[in-house]
C-alpha cells in the first residue's frame, strides 16, 4: 500500500471571502470579472454577497485587485508574480550542470538573511548549508542574483539523484501531492473544493522541478498540476461560464 494511502488529507476551511475573489481574478485572467460576476461566484460558494462586496473593495484599496468601470483584474503585483512562477516553471535540457549560489558577505541582519532565503526557495533552490543555496540548471530563468551573493556552475561528484533526495524531502513533497490531489476529486462542496485546489496550488509551488532523471518513480507533479488546472478551468465555467488558460505554476 502507498503511504500516503494511510494519511488523510486534514481538514481545510473554506477560504476567505478575499482569497476566494482573488483566486476567481486569477482563474480568469487576463479575462476580466464583473462586480455581478464575482458576487454570484461568491453566492455559489457559500459566502453572502455584502461580503464579497466588501471583500472586492479591500482588495481593490490594497491594490492587489484593479478596477475600471464594472470590471475588475488582477493587479500588477499579482500578475508579476504569477509571471514570475510561470517563467520559473519552465524546464530546459539539462546537461548534468548544477546553480549554486553562495553568500559571500558575512555580518547580514537577521532580516536580510531571510529576505535571500525565501528569493532562493521562490527560485527552487534548495540550501546545502548555511549559505550555499543549489539546484540542477535545468530551468529557463536567470539565476537569481544578490549583493550579497557569487554565482557559480558546479557538477557534484557523488550521485546527482542521491543529492537532490537529500536537499529536498522528495517523499514528502509526493505523499502531499497525491492526497490533495484525490482529496480535490473527491470533495463534495464547492467551497471545499477551491480551499483544496488553493492548498494544492500552494503545494505546487514548492516543487522542485528536478529533472526527469532525477525524479523519484511515478512523481506526481504533473498529475497534480493537470488536476489543478481542470479544476480551475470547471470552476470559471460553472461559475462564470468562461474559458481559462492554465494558471498552476
Do not use: C
Not at 10 to 27: C, D, I
Not at 194 to 203: P, S, T, W, Y
Request: proline residues 8%.
Amino acid at each position: 500500500m502507498l503511504l500516503w494511502l494511510t494519511r488523510p488529507v486534514p481538514e481545510v476551511k473554506p477560504l476567505p471571502a478575499r482569497s476566494v475573489v482573488l483566486s476567481l481574478l486569477l482563474g480568469a485572467h487576463p479575462r476580466p470579472l464583473t462586480g455581478a460576476e464575482l458576487v454570484g461566484a461568491g453566492e455559489h460558494l457559500g459566502i453572502a454577497p455584502a461580503t464579497v462586496r466588501v471583500a472586492l473593495s479591500r482588495a481593490v484599496a490594497a491594490g492587489d485587485v484593479t478596477r475600471e468601470g464594472a470590471e475588475h483584474r488582477l493587479g500588477r503585483r499579482l500578475v508579476e508574480r504569477r509571471e514570475r512562477q510561470e517563467h520559473t516553471a519552465r524546464a530546459a535540457a539539462w546537461d548534468g550542470d548544477w546553480e549554486m549560489v553562495v553568500v559571500t558577505v558575512a555580518g547580514r541582519p537577521g532580516t536580510e538573511r531571510s529576505a535571500l532565503r525565501s528569493r532562493m526557495a521562490a527560485a527552487r533552490l534548495a540550501e546545502l548549508r548555511e549559505g550555499v543555496w543549489t539546484r540542477p540548471a535545468n530551468l529557463e530563468r536567470p539565476t537569481p542574483a544578490d549583493p550579497t551573493t557569487t554565482l557559480f556552475r558546479a557538477r557534484p561528484d557523488d550521485d546527482p539523484a542521491a543529492l537532490a533526495a537529500r536537499l529536498w524531502d522528495l517523499r514528502g513533497w509526493a505523499e502531499e501531492a497525491e492526497r490533495t490531489t484525490a482529496a480535490l476529486a473527491e470533495a463534495a462542496t464547492p467551497a471545499t473544493r477551491l480551499a483544496l485546489a488553493a492548498r494544492l496550488v500552494r503545494h505546487l509551488a514548492a516543487d522542485p522541478l528536478l529533472p526527469a532523471s532525477l525524479e523519484p518513480h511515478a512523481w506526481p507533479a504533473a498529475r497534480a498540476r493537470a488536476a489543478y488546472d481542470d479544476y480551475q478551468r470547471d470552476l470559471v465555467a460553472e461559475v462564470l461560464g468562461g474559458t481559462v488558460a492554465s494558471s498552476s505554476p
